[in-house]
Nanobody
């Protein structure tokens, strides 16, 4: 089992940047595919990005491609999300998640077994 705790959410103006961090504890961090999801008020949770166990491949939702960058440090047991050029539409609670499925990557929230408590990101116009 792995425990996840996100941090770094804040209120920021449009065009600004934030860096979210998600340190993990528990089983070997490097055995998990990591993902970031977000949920805006009144909307379903949506996929933001995911990174493979070694960090060798990363995938992004079209809405954040080119603006967000996911990274991981398996020696520090941490996954991070650098968010640049933030837009009001990015306002949401952001969650990091972990899965140990046998495939190399996972895009659906249902595939992730472990979740953090979420961190609020608010982008003002």
């Amino acid at each position: 089992q792995v425990q996840l705790v996100e941090s770094g959410g804040a209120l920021v103006q449009a065009g600004g940047s934030l860096r979210l961090s998600c340190p993990a504890s528990g089983r070997t961090f490097g055995s998990y595919i990591m993902g970031w999801f977000r949920q805006a008020p009144g909307k379903e949770r949506e996929f933001v990005c995911t990174i493979t166990r070694t960090g060798g491949a990363r995938y992004y939702a079209d809405s954040v491609k080119g603006r967000f960058t996911v990274s991981r440090d398996n020696t520090e047991n941490t996954v991070s999300l650098q968010m640049n050029s933030l837009e009001p539409e990015d306002t949401a609670v952001y969650y990091c998640a972990a899965t140990s499925i046998t495939r190399n990557i996972a895009f659906a929230a249902e595939e992730y077994a472990y979740w953090g408590q979420g961190t609020q990101v608010t982008v003002s116009s």
